[in-house]
Structures are given as C-alpha cells and as structure tokens.
C-alpha cells in the first residue's frame, strides 16, 4: 500500500468516526432528549432552552459533520484507484452525508429557529406541538438516511480492506 493510500484510508477511517459520533448524537437526543422536550409545550421547550442557554445541540453537529465531509472527499479522491465496489460504496456513503446535511439544513433548520427562539412566547401551543411532532417524525426519516449510510461507509470499508 502506497504512502497516498494509507492518508486516504485514515481519512477514510477518521470520516466514519465522526459520521458515527453524529449519528450517535441523533439518537442520544432522539431517546433522551427529545421525549423531554415534546411534552408540556411551551414549558418543557423554555425549560430546554435554558439549560442550553450557552452551547447547543447543533454545535455538536457542526463539529463532526462537517469533519466528516472533508474527510471523505479527499479519502475518495486517494483512494480512487481501489476496485469498483469500494468506490460504490464510498461514492453511497458521500451521498448519504450530503443528504443528510442538506435534510437537516431545510427541514431541521427552521423548526429548530421557531421551537428554541425568543419567538416562542408568541407562538400558540397548538402550532409548536405541531412543530414537535413533524420534528420526531422528520428525526425518525433522518436516524434512517444516516443509519444507511453508515452501512455505506461500513462496506466501503471492508472492501478497501478485503481488496489489500
């Protein structure tokens, strides 16, 4: 294995830690979290914003996402020359990151500004449990974009490594 295969394949292996530390922290606040937030609307939600009164949930994501995507380009790119599987299952697995970056940023994005805002005094309790549900029920379709490409980045990985 040449000097540029081994870079691609830590960057490779470093991209599907982050990856999984993020899916990780989907489902942390999907069971933990979320069930906290959804009940007792607007208390539970003003309640939820002060606790993260400094820090939140998306900075979490902005930290490992983004490591990620890097990562798995130029992995893509150094390791190009490996067998036709592996970039398959590289290429599903970058799809699967921009899918679900670009899912998060449209869907999430907005709920997230209406239910954490100071706007939340102004908006009626029936509108923010709306909010709440289309917010678990988008949650649920994104654990499954990324729980596939995870697979994505699993396979790709054994078939870099079987084709040693």
Known sequence: MNILSKIGLLLFTI???????SLGGILYQHIVEFPNWKKDISNSLRSYRTFFKYSNFGNFFKIFM?????CLLIA???LWNKPTEANKWTLGAMTGLILTASFTNYYFVPKHTKLFSDEIAETNVSELAAL??????GNLI???IMTLTLI???KGYQTIFTNQ
Do not use: D, E, N, Q
Request: hydrophobic residues 65%.
């Open 142 to 144: 994104r654990i499954a």
């Open 15 to 21: 991209s599907l830690i982050a990856f999984a530390i």
């Open 76 to 78: 893509i790119f150094l």
């Open 152 to 154: 994505c980045f699993l």
């Open 66 to 70: 983004p490591i990620s995507s890097a």
């Open 132 to 137: 709440v549900t289309k917010w678990g029920k």
